[in-house]
């Protein structure tokens, strides 16, 4: 195992493609996906252990939080949060911090995956696609460097009650919304969305994609979807879709990814 760790959960890409620019920048890192039960889950050996992770409801994904409680890190190991949101950081770095004490912790804004609430481009600040891109690399080079040098965050992550109400409701409306999923017959059948969902919540049945309701809205299926044949209401037909321009399907669906350093330093 790489002495560098970082834990990551991504629905369509924007953490995943972070957590990589963060693991270039510390020298390398093994990432950990955590879209479904990590395939390691002690991590005593490693020097620094991180979480990249969405901002689902106004906290940390429900799962995230499941199988933080079942990772082993070393008490002298550097941890770090990092929470990615279209807007508000929501309560999830606090609720991590209760679970793994964070040594250092940031929040950053990107494009917006879930459709049904917000077009993708409503982000703080509003920025188009490939700007948004350039925002977050430079973003992710900065708190790199932090991490790298082990500082250290004074103070604890904010853990706003409005956002703590809005989560506690989460688990209730995106079951709800699930049961909107839509299917329409541009579908090939391809089996990409059965690939993605983190809950094997999907499968082909007639020759086409079926949709349950245990459902995390991560809306990789819908945002990946090659025939966009995938919806949840009509404003989601409307609206443009998005995945991170740099991360694949094949990307997601790994279990560990190992990333070396971005460059040698020869010390």
Known sequence: MHKNVIFCYSGTGNCLNFAKN???????????MMRKRPEITDVTEAERVGFVFPCFGGGAPEDVLKYAKEIKVSPSAYTFGISMSASYAGIGLSTLNEIIPLNYWATVTHQCSCIWLF?????????NVADAQAR???????????????RNKDKK????????????????IAAKKAAQFKVNNDCIACGQ????????????????????TNCIQCLGCLQFCPKSAISIGEITDKREHYHNPKVTVDDLTQSIIHVEAAFSSGT
């Open 22 to 32: 963060v693991a270039e920048n510390i020298g390398g890192a093994d990432i950990i």
């Open 119 to 127: 077009p993708h481009d409503l982000m703080m600040p509003k920025l």
């Open 136 to 150: 977050s690399e430079k973003l992710a080079w900065e708190v790199a460097a932090s991490i790298k040098l082990k």
């Open 157 to 172: 992550p904010p853990r706003n009650p409005v956002n703590a109400i809005e989560n506690k409701a989460w688990t209730g």
């Open 193 to 212: 969305c059965v690939r993605l969902c983190p809950r094997e919540n999907i499968e082909i049945v007639d020759g086409k994609a079926k949709i349950g």
